[in-house]
């Protein structure tokens, strides 16, 4: 396993940075993936398994405002990624070294060495009926990758991971074979201000 580092930056912030909420949907038409939610769970992000959060019993919280869906938050001149949560230090999302993309748990800035925080960029609409995007590395580089099933029958859930230049290894996905993943663009659903945040924090 690898050792865990500390990262210090949660979501930096530039002077007058306009924080974007939103949600992801998979765009990859004909595919069992296509037009479903991304979802965090247990510090992955998945497609076919439903969001995880927690909502601790503090006197004069009011749990009953936070939806089990799953949100994210970006300043407009950031290119860190975070959780759009209301746990104090709050939650950022991150690629593994493994290509996996993941989010550190509440409390704690914890990632294994060699994570990658930077060079995630959203563009979210004004509307909540038209779509943006969301890219890694100014690309879209995002996959599905089926965790249930034979080979060659692989099926969902499927963990999401980062493909950069086609560098993830048949060893770095669940089922051993990159082939099975599926490519998708990651897109970005406006998340009414009402709703945020959308949860206290993500399991």
Same mark, same amino acid.
């Given at each position: 396993?690898?050792?865990? =580092?500390? !990262?210090?930056?949660?979501? @930096?912030?530039?002077?007058? *940075?306009?924080?974007? #909420? ?15 939610? +991304? ?43 975070? %959780? *759009?949560?209301?746990? @104090? ?8 070294? /493994? ?12 990632? @294994? ?7 995630? /960029?959203?563009?979210? /609409? #004004?509307?909540?009926?038209? %779509?943006? $995007? ?5 690309? $879209?580089?995002? +996959?599905?990758? @089926? ?7 692989? &099926? ?5 991971? =980062? *493909?950069?230049?086609? !560098?993830?290894? *048949? ?13 998708? %663009?990651?897109?970005? +659903? &406006? %998340?009414? !201000?009402? $709703? !945020? ?7």
């Amino acid at each position: 396993m690898a050792p865990l =580092v500390a !990262s210090m930056a949660i979501l @930096p912030r530039q002077p007058s *940075d306009t924080i974007k #909420n939103f949600g992801l949907i998979a765009i990859h038409s004909a595919s069992p993936i296509h037009l479903s939610s +991304v979802n965090a769970a247990g510090d992955k992000f998945w497609i076919g398994k439903d969001t995880q959060t927690f909502c601790p019993a503090i006197q004069g919280l009011d749990c009953s405002h936070f939806q089990n869906i799953t949100a994210f938050s970006q300043g407009s001149k950031s290119d860190f990624l975070g %959780l *759009d949560t209301e746990v @104090p230090g709050g939650q950022s999302v991150y690629v593994n070294p /493994k290509g996996a993309l993941s989010f550190t748990v509440a409390h704690s800035a914890a990632t @294994p060495a060699g994570s990658t925080y930077e060079s995630f /960029k959203a563009t979210v /609409k #004004n509307s909540a009926s038209t %779509l943006g $995007d969301l890219k890694y590395n100014g690309t $879209d580089s995002f +996959v599905a990758c @089926p965790t249930t099933g034979k080979k060659g029958q692989r &099926k969902g859930p499927y963990q999401v991971f =980062v *493909d950069v230049n086609n !560098s993830l290894k *048949d060893k770095d996905v669940p089922g051993g074979c990159v082939d099975e993943c599926i490519g998708f %663009l990651a897109a970005t +659903v &406006k %998340l009414d !201000s009402k $709703d !945020s945040p959308a949860a206290w924090q993500y399991e």
